[in-house]
């Protein structure tokens, strides 16, 4: 049974960095692709930042280009998000997901499995 947990999440001022990390137990990441997602109240669930590929390929949201920084570990179980100069848009619950169903990867449907989430609050 696939299980992701998220930690690392919590509340900082605009301008500081959290790294959040989702550990994967009965997966290993292979295939497909693996990578986070947000979503804050009232907005539909974005795609952040994800491998693709195995890992040939990573793509990022452009809300995030430049300042978040997806990896993964040797183990290929343990996926990291660093987030650098937050900002208050970055606020919203922040969810891993993995997955190898078809087409892109910004589109929550290709994911079979997702962690439960964890809170991203970023003030001014």
């Known amino acids: 049974q696939v299980h992701l947990a998220e930690s690392g999440g919590g509340s900082v001022q605009a301008g500081g960095s959290l790294r959040l990390s989702c550990v994967a137990s009965?997966?290993?990441?292979?295939?497909?692709?693996m990578g986070w997602f947000r979503q804050a109240p009232g907005r539909e669930r974005e795609g952040v930042a994800f491998?693709?590929?195995?890992?040939?390929?990573?793509n990022y949201a452009d809300s995030v280009t430049g300042r978040f920084t997806i990896s993964l570990d040797n183990a290929r179980t343990t996926v990291y998000l660093r987030m650098n100069s937050l900002n208050t848009e970055d606020t919203a619950m922040y969810y891993c997901?993995?997955?190898?169903?078809?087409?892109?990867?910004?589109?929550?449907?290709?994911?079979?499995?997702w962690g439960q989430g964890t809170q991203v609050t970023v003030s001014s």
């Open positions: 009965g997966y290993t990441y292979r295939g497909g692709c």
């Open positions: 997901a993995a997955g190898s169903r078809g087409g892109s990867w910004r589109d929550p449907e290709r994911y079979n499995y």
């Open positions: 491998f693709c590929a195995g890992g040939a390929s990573v």
